[in-house]
Protein backbone atom coordinates (compact mmCIF):
# COMPACT_ATOMS: atom_id res chain seq x y z
CA UNK A 1 0.00 0.00 0.00
CA UNK A 2 1.42 3.59 -1.14
CA UNK A 3 2.02 5.37 2.16
CA UNK A 4 0.42 8.94 0.97
CA UNK A 5 -2.33 10.38 2.64
CA UNK A 6 -4.07 13.77 1.70
CA UNK A 7 -6.40 15.48 4.47
CA UNK A 8 -8.85 16.97 2.83
CA UNK A 9 -10.98 19.66 4.51
CA UNK A 10 -14.25 20.97 3.20
CA UNK A 11 -14.91 24.85 3.32
CA UNK A 12 -17.80 27.45 3.00
CA UNK A 13 -16.52 31.02 4.71
CA UNK A 14 -14.66 29.17 7.51
CA UNK A 15 -11.68 31.90 8.09
CA UNK A 16 -12.19 31.93 11.96
CA UNK A 17 -11.37 28.33 12.76
CA UNK A 18 -9.66 27.50 9.71
CA UNK A 19 -6.18 28.66 10.96
CA UNK A 20 -6.58 26.46 13.83
CA UNK A 21 -6.85 23.28 11.41
CA UNK A 22 -4.78 24.34 9.28
CA UNK A 23 -1.80 24.94 12.14
CA UNK A 24 -2.62 21.24 12.86
CA UNK A 25 -2.46 19.54 9.94
CA UNK A 26 0.96 21.10 8.74
CA UNK A 27 2.32 20.18 12.60
CA UNK A 28 1.06 16.54 11.84
CA UNK A 29 2.59 16.80 8.21
CA UNK A 30 6.15 18.14 9.78
CA UNK A 31 5.91 14.52 12.30
CA UNK A 32 5.08 12.25 9.84
CA UNK A 33 6.77 13.62 6.87
CA UNK A 34 9.52 10.94 7.31
CA UNK A 35 7.10 8.23 6.95
CA UNK A 36 4.52 9.68 5.06
CA UNK A 37 3.78 11.83 1.90
CA UNK A 38 1.32 14.04 3.30
CA UNK A 39 -1.25 16.32 1.53
CA UNK A 40 -3.47 18.99 2.75
CA UNK A 41 -6.04 19.91 0.32
CA UNK A 42 -9.05 22.71 0.93
CA UNK A 43 -12.18 22.14 -0.91
CA UNK A 44 -13.47 25.14 -1.00
CA UNK A 45 -17.66 25.40 -1.89
CA UNK A 46 -17.46 28.63 -2.55
CA UNK A 47 -16.20 31.37 0.00
CA UNK A 48 -16.73 34.83 0.36
CA UNK A 49 -14.67 35.19 3.31
CA UNK A 50 -11.03 35.21 2.22
CA UNK A 51 -10.71 31.60 3.17
CA UNK A 52 -8.91 30.12 0.25
CA UNK A 53 -6.33 33.11 0.67
CA UNK A 54 -6.18 31.80 3.97
CA UNK A 55 -5.34 28.12 2.91
CA UNK A 56 -2.49 28.87 0.30
CA UNK A 57 -0.91 31.29 3.12
CA UNK A 58 -0.46 27.76 5.20
CA UNK A 59 0.59 26.25 2.02
CA UNK A 60 -2.57 23.97 1.44
CA UNK A 61 -3.88 23.08 -2.28
CA UNK A 62 -7.60 24.75 -2.77
CA UNK A 63 -9.49 22.79 -5.34
CA UNK A 64 -12.87 24.59 -5.92
CA UNK A 65 -16.20 22.91 -5.84
CA UNK A 66 -19.20 24.45 -7.72
CA UNK A 67 -21.49 22.20 -6.86
CA UNK A 68 -23.10 23.49 -3.36
CA UNK A 69 -23.25 20.87 -0.25
CA UNK A 70 -21.06 19.70 2.34
CA UNK A 71 -21.40 15.98 0.17
CA UNK A 72 -20.32 17.55 -2.64
CA UNK A 73 -17.53 19.47 -1.50
CA UNK A 74 -16.45 16.41 0.27
CA UNK A 75 -16.79 14.23 -3.04
CA UNK A 76 -14.68 16.81 -5.35
CA UNK A 77 -12.08 17.33 -2.62
CA UNK A 78 -11.79 12.97 -2.47
CA UNK A 79 -11.75 12.64 -5.75
CA UNK A 80 -8.70 15.81 -6.80
CA UNK A 81 -6.53 14.36 -3.83
CA UNK A 82 -3.59 12.11 -4.96
CA UNK A 83 -3.01 10.37 -1.22
CA UNK A 84 -4.35 7.05 -1.63
CA UNK A 85 -5.41 7.57 2.14
CA UNK A 86 -7.88 10.14 2.72
CA UNK A 87 -8.68 11.41 6.16
CA UNK A 88 -11.57 14.22 6.33
CA UNK A 89 -12.82 16.47 8.72
CA UNK A 90 -14.85 19.42 8.91
CA UNK A 91 -13.25 23.14 8.84
CA UNK A 92 -14.85 24.44 12.08
CA UNK A 93 -12.15 22.72 14.41
CA UNK A 94 -14.38 20.60 16.54
CA UNK A 95 -12.87 17.68 15.84
CA UNK A 96 -8.59 17.65 16.68
CA UNK A 97 -6.41 16.57 13.39
CA UNK A 98 -3.70 15.77 15.95
CA UNK A 99 -5.58 12.48 16.88
CA UNK A 100 -5.63 12.04 13.18
CA UNK A 101 -2.13 9.85 12.84
CA UNK A 102 -4.32 7.31 15.06
CA UNK A 103 -6.87 6.84 12.15
CA UNK A 104 -4.22 6.27 9.65
CA UNK A 105 -2.77 3.57 11.49
CA UNK A 106 -5.39 1.73 12.35
CA UNK A 107 -6.20 1.46 8.61
CA UNK A 108 -2.93 0.27 8.32
CA UNK A 109 -2.49 -2.25 10.78
CA UNK A 110 -5.99 -3.53 9.92
CA UNK A 111 -6.33 -3.28 6.25
CA UNK A 112 -9.55 -1.39 6.69
CA UNK A 113 -11.41 -0.11 4.10
CA UNK A 114 -12.75 2.73 6.41
CA UNK A 115 -12.01 4.29 10.10
CA UNK A 116 -14.45 5.98 11.61
CA UNK A 117 -13.74 8.18 14.80
CA UNK A 118 -15.93 7.48 17.54
CA UNK A 119 -17.38 10.42 19.09
CA UNK A 120 -18.72 8.22 21.59
CA UNK A 121 -16.80 6.20 22.16
CA UNK A 122 -14.15 9.20 22.99
CA UNK A 123 -14.28 12.08 25.21
CA UNK A 124 -17.23 14.86 24.05
CA UNK A 125 -16.21 18.18 25.77
CA UNK A 126 -18.81 19.85 27.40
CA UNK A 127 -21.44 21.82 25.02
CA UNK A 128 -19.99 19.94 22.26
CA UNK A 129 -22.94 17.98 21.18
CA UNK A 130 -26.48 18.89 21.67
CA UNK A 131 -28.92 16.72 23.77
CA UNK A 132 -31.01 15.88 21.04
CA UNK A 133 -27.94 15.11 18.89
CA UNK A 134 -25.99 12.60 21.22
CA UNK A 135 -29.33 10.65 22.59
CA UNK A 136 -31.97 11.02 20.26
CA UNK A 137 -30.56 11.87 16.20
CA UNK A 138 -27.14 9.87 16.54
CA UNK A 139 -28.43 6.93 18.46
CA UNK A 140 -31.79 6.21 15.78
CA UNK A 141 -29.25 6.55 12.89
CA UNK A 142 -26.71 3.99 14.52
CA UNK A 143 -29.79 1.90 15.26
CA UNK A 144 -31.49 2.44 11.29
CA UNK A 145 -28.12 1.68 9.82
CA UNK A 146 -26.79 -1.50 11.39
CA UNK A 147 -30.38 -2.91 11.91
CA UNK A 148 -30.56 -2.48 7.59
CA UNK A 149 -27.49 -2.67 6.07
CA UNK A 150 -25.17 -4.02 9.41
CA UNK A 151 -24.91 -7.47 8.60
CA UNK A 152 -21.11 -7.92 9.19
CA UNK A 153 -20.38 -4.78 10.74
CA UNK A 154 -22.04 -2.27 13.20
CA UNK A 155 -21.07 1.31 13.18
CA UNK A 156 -20.85 3.20 16.16
CA UNK A 157 -21.00 6.47 15.58
CA UNK A 158 -22.80 7.02 12.65
CA UNK A 159 -23.41 10.51 12.61
CA UNK A 160 -19.19 11.36 13.25
CA UNK A 161 -17.81 13.82 10.39
CA UNK A 162 -14.07 12.46 11.43
CA UNK A 163 -13.32 9.64 9.45
CA UNK A 164 -10.64 7.91 7.41
CA UNK A 165 -10.65 5.69 4.02
CA UNK A 166 -8.79 4.27 0.87
CA UNK A 167 -9.59 6.70 -2.04
CA UNK A 168 -10.12 3.17 -4.37
CA UNK A 169 -12.55 1.70 -1.78
CA UNK A 170 -14.64 5.19 -2.00
CA UNK A 171 -14.46 5.40 -5.59
CA UNK A 172 -16.26 1.83 -5.79
CA UNK A 173 -19.23 2.57 -3.45
CA UNK A 174 -20.23 5.77 -5.44
CA UNK A 175 -21.62 8.30 -3.05
CA UNK A 176 -24.29 10.71 -5.06
CA UNK A 177 -25.32 12.91 -2.08
CA UNK A 178 -24.79 16.51 -2.30
CA UNK A 179 -25.58 17.10 1.47
CA UNK A 180 -24.92 16.69 4.96
CA UNK A 181 -26.73 13.09 4.26
CA UNK A 182 -23.44 12.34 2.27
CA UNK A 183 -21.96 11.19 5.93
CA UNK A 184 -25.03 8.06 6.33
CA UNK A 185 -24.83 6.89 2.36
CA UNK A 186 -21.61 6.76 2.56
CA UNK A 187 -21.72 4.50 5.44
CA UNK A 188 -24.96 2.25 3.51
CA UNK A 189 -22.65 2.07 0.69
CA UNK A 190 -19.51 0.50 2.04
CA UNK A 191 -21.83 -1.78 4.26
CA UNK A 192 -23.74 -3.01 1.77
CA UNK A 193 -19.90 -3.43 -0.40
CA UNK A 194 -19.11 -6.01 2.54
CA UNK A 195 -15.95 -3.36 3.52
CA UNK A 196 -14.00 -3.88 6.59
CA UNK A 197 -15.04 -0.86 9.01
CA UNK A 198 -12.82 0.05 11.82
CA UNK A 199 -13.49 2.36 14.98
CA UNK A 200 -11.24 4.55 17.00
CA UNK A 201 -12.18 6.91 19.86
CA UNK A 202 -11.68 10.52 19.32
CA UNK A 203 -12.61 14.05 20.66
CA UNK A 204 -15.11 16.53 20.19
CA UNK A 205 -15.13 20.10 20.97
CA UNK A 206 -17.66 23.05 21.14
CA UNK A 207 -18.03 25.20 17.89
CA UNK A 208 -15.71 28.08 18.56
CA UNK A 209 -17.30 31.74 19.95
CA UNK A 210 -19.43 33.37 17.03
CA UNK A 211 -19.69 30.75 14.51
CA UNK A 212 -22.59 29.88 12.86
CA UNK A 213 -22.94 26.10 12.55
CA UNK A 214 -24.10 24.75 9.06
CA UNK A 215 -25.77 21.81 10.28
CA UNK A 216 -29.32 22.03 10.38
CA UNK A 217 -31.10 19.55 12.87
CA UNK A 218 -34.45 19.03 11.69
CA UNK A 219 -33.47 18.84 7.95
CA UNK A 220 -30.58 17.51 8.02
CA UNK A 221 -31.48 14.74 10.16
CA UNK A 222 -34.46 13.99 7.71
CA UNK A 223 -32.08 14.03 4.85
CA UNK A 224 -29.94 11.07 6.50
CA UNK A 225 -33.67 9.13 7.06
CA UNK A 226 -34.77 9.82 3.82
CA UNK A 227 -31.51 8.55 2.43
CA UNK A 228 -31.15 5.87 4.67
CA UNK A 229 -34.72 4.16 3.45
CA UNK A 230 -33.86 4.90 -0.21
CA UNK A 231 -31.27 2.21 0.21
CA UNK A 232 -34.16 -0.06 2.22
CA UNK A 233 -36.77 -0.96 -0.72
CA UNK A 234 -36.52 -4.35 1.10
CA UNK A 235 -37.66 -2.80 4.66
CA UNK A 236 -41.27 -1.54 3.13
CA UNK A 237 -41.35 -5.23 1.40
CA UNK A 238 -41.38 -6.93 4.43
CA UNK A 239 -42.84 -4.83 6.92
CA UNK A 240 -45.80 -4.09 4.40
CA UNK A 241 -46.34 -7.43 3.56
CA UNK A 242 -46.27 -8.91 6.99
CA UNK A 243 -48.81 -6.58 8.28
CA UNK A 244 -51.28 -7.13 4.69
CA UNK A 245 -50.57 -10.93 5.69
CA UNK A 246 -51.80 -10.63 9.50
CA UNK A 247 -54.27 -8.19 8.70
CA UNK A 248 -56.13 -10.21 5.61
CA UNK A 249 -55.79 -13.16 7.76
CA UNK A 250 -58.02 -11.48 10.05
CA UNK A 251 -60.64 -10.00 8.04
CA UNK A 252 -60.72 -13.55 6.66
CA UNK A 253 -61.46 -15.32 10.19
CA UNK A 254 -63.65 -12.33 11.37
CA UNK A 255 -65.94 -13.13 7.75
CA UNK A 256 -66.32 -16.90 7.99
CA UNK A 257 -66.47 -16.85 11.91
CA UNK A 258 -69.41 -14.68 11.58
CA UNK A 259 -69.86 -14.04 15.28
CA UNK A 260 -68.04 -12.07 18.05
CA UNK A 261 -64.92 -14.43 19.45
CA UNK A 262 -64.66 -14.07 23.35
CA UNK A 263 -61.26 -14.65 24.83
CA UNK A 264 -60.77 -14.10 28.71
CA UNK A 265 -63.73 -10.86 28.18
CA UNK A 266 -61.79 -9.78 25.38
CA UNK A 267 -63.80 -9.64 22.33
CA UNK A 268 -63.19 -9.92 18.69
CA UNK A 269 -63.90 -9.99 15.17
CA UNK A 270 -66.80 -7.52 15.71
CA UNK A 271 -67.53 -5.44 13.43
CA UNK A 272 -65.37 -2.78 15.13
CA UNK A 273 -61.99 -5.39 14.69
CA UNK A 274 -63.11 -5.67 11.34
CA UNK A 275 -62.34 -2.34 10.38
CA UNK A 276 -59.50 -1.90 12.31
CA UNK A 277 -58.23 -5.12 10.01
CA UNK A 278 -59.15 -3.23 7.11
CA UNK A 279 -57.58 0.02 8.27
CA UNK A 280 -53.90 -2.48 8.48
CA UNK A 281 -54.48 -3.93 5.45
CA UNK A 282 -54.98 -0.80 3.81
CA UNK A 283 -51.78 0.54 5.65
CA UNK A 284 -50.05 -2.55 4.76
CA UNK A 285 -50.12 -2.63 0.85
CA UNK A 286 -49.32 1.44 1.28
CA UNK A 287 -45.59 0.45 3.11
CA UNK A 288 -45.31 -2.29 0.61
CA UNK A 289 -46.01 -0.20 -2.83
CA UNK A 290 -43.71 2.79 -1.02
CA UNK A 291 -41.14 -0.16 -1.38
CA UNK A 292 -42.22 -0.98 -4.81
CA UNK A 293 -41.67 2.73 -5.98
CA UNK A 294 -38.25 3.18 -4.39
CA UNK A 295 -37.16 0.13 -5.93
CA UNK A 296 -37.51 1.48 -9.31
CA UNK A 297 -34.51 3.91 -8.62
CA UNK A 298 -32.68 1.03 -7.53
CA UNK A 299 -30.36 -0.90 -9.57
CA UNK A 300 -31.08 -4.05 -8.74
CA UNK A 301 -34.47 -4.93 -6.91
CA UNK A 302 -34.84 -8.02 -4.79
CA UNK A 303 -37.87 -10.62 -3.95
CA UNK A 304 -40.59 -9.65 -5.54
CA UNK A 305 -40.24 -6.12 -6.72
CA UNK A 306 -37.70 -7.49 -9.56
CA UNK A 307 -40.12 -9.53 -10.73
CA UNK A 308 -42.55 -6.82 -10.81
CA UNK A 309 -40.34 -4.33 -12.29
CA UNK A 310 -39.28 -6.77 -15.04
CA UNK A 311 -42.92 -7.90 -16.10
CA UNK A 312 -43.36 -7.33 -19.73
CA UNK A 313 -46.23 -4.52 -20.56
CA UNK A 314 -48.67 -7.26 -21.92
CA UNK A 315 -48.12 -9.41 -18.25
CA UNK A 316 -48.56 -5.73 -16.75
CA UNK A 317 -52.26 -5.00 -18.58
CA UNK A 318 -53.23 -8.41 -17.84
CA UNK A 319 -52.50 -8.32 -14.30
CA UNK A 320 -54.39 -4.69 -13.98
CA UNK A 321 -57.24 -6.01 -16.32
CA UNK A 322 -57.57 -8.73 -14.37
CA UNK A 323 -57.56 -6.82 -10.64
CA UNK A 324 -60.01 -4.69 -12.08
CA UNK A 325 -62.15 -8.08 -13.01
CA UNK A 326 -62.26 -9.41 -9.84
CA UNK A 327 -63.14 -5.81 -8.11
CA UNK A 328 -66.25 -5.93 -10.65
CA UNK A 329 -67.11 -9.02 -9.62
CA UNK A 330 -67.04 -8.22 -6.17
CA UNK A 331 -68.92 -5.69 -6.08
CA UNK A 332 -71.67 -7.28 -8.67
CA UNK A 333 -71.63 -9.89 -5.74
CA UNK A 334 -72.63 -7.34 -3.07
CA UNK A 335 -75.53 -5.78 -5.94
CA UNK A 336 -76.91 -9.40 -5.89
CA UNK A 337 -77.07 -9.82 -2.28
CA UNK A 338 -78.57 -5.59 -2.03
CA UNK A 339 -80.52 -7.23 -5.01
CA UNK A 340 -82.36 -10.07 -3.38
CA UNK A 341 -83.20 -8.27 -0.24
CA UNK A 342 -85.95 -5.90 -2.47
CA UNK A 343 -83.03 -2.93 -2.71
CA UNK A 344 -84.30 -2.32 0.62
CA UNK A 345 -82.19 -3.28 3.48
CA UNK A 346 -78.78 -4.06 3.86
CA UNK A 347 -77.67 -6.68 6.43
CA UNK A 348 -74.11 -7.72 5.13
CA UNK A 349 -71.46 -5.03 6.76
CA UNK A 350 -68.95 -7.80 7.22
CA UNK A 351 -69.16 -8.87 3.89
CA UNK A 352 -68.96 -5.50 2.69
CA UNK A 353 -66.15 -4.74 5.04
CA UNK A 354 -64.04 -7.72 3.55
CA UNK A 355 -64.95 -6.88 -0.09
CA UNK A 356 -64.17 -3.17 0.06
CA UNK A 357 -60.63 -3.94 1.32
CA UNK A 358 -59.49 -6.33 -0.74
CA UNK A 359 -60.72 -4.34 -4.01
CA UNK A 360 -58.93 -1.23 -2.60
CA UNK A 361 -55.73 -4.00 -2.01
CA UNK A 362 -56.22 -5.03 -5.41
CA UNK A 363 -56.53 -1.30 -6.61
CA UNK A 364 -53.84 -0.11 -5.09
CA UNK A 365 -51.55 -2.73 -5.88
CA UNK A 366 -52.23 -2.78 -9.74
CA UNK A 367 -51.84 1.79 -9.85
CA UNK A 368 -48.95 1.48 -8.37
CA UNK A 369 -47.42 -1.55 -10.41
CA UNK A 370 -48.52 1.12 -13.29
CA UNK A 371 -47.12 3.63 -11.64
CA UNK A 372 -43.58 1.78 -11.37
CA UNK A 373 -43.36 1.01 -14.84
CA UNK A 374 -43.96 4.57 -16.02
CA UNK A 375 -41.05 6.03 -13.39
CA UNK A 376 -38.74 2.97 -14.49
CA UNK A 377 -38.75 4.51 -17.99
CA UNK A 378 -37.12 7.76 -16.68
Request: charged fraction near 20%; hydrophobic fraction near 45%.
Amino acid sequence: MNKSVTFVIPVLNEIKTLPFVLEKLNKIKYQMSSEYKIEILVSDNGSTDGSQDLAKNFGARVEHCNVKGYGSALDSGIRLAQGEIIVFADADDTYDFLEAPNLIQKIFDTDSDMVIGSRLDGKIHPGAMPFLHRYLGTPVINFLINFLFGKKSKIRDANSGFRCLKKSSYLNWNITSSGMEFASELLIKSLISDAKIEHVPVSLYPDKPGRTPHLKTWRDGMRHLLRILFYAPYFFQKVGFGLLLFSITNLCIGLYAGRIVDINGVRFYGEHSLLLFSFLSILGITIWNSGLLIATKQKEAIGIYEKILHWQEDRLFFVIISGLGIITIFFTYLWFLWYKNNFVFLNFQRELVVISTFSIVLFLFGFNALTAHIIKRD
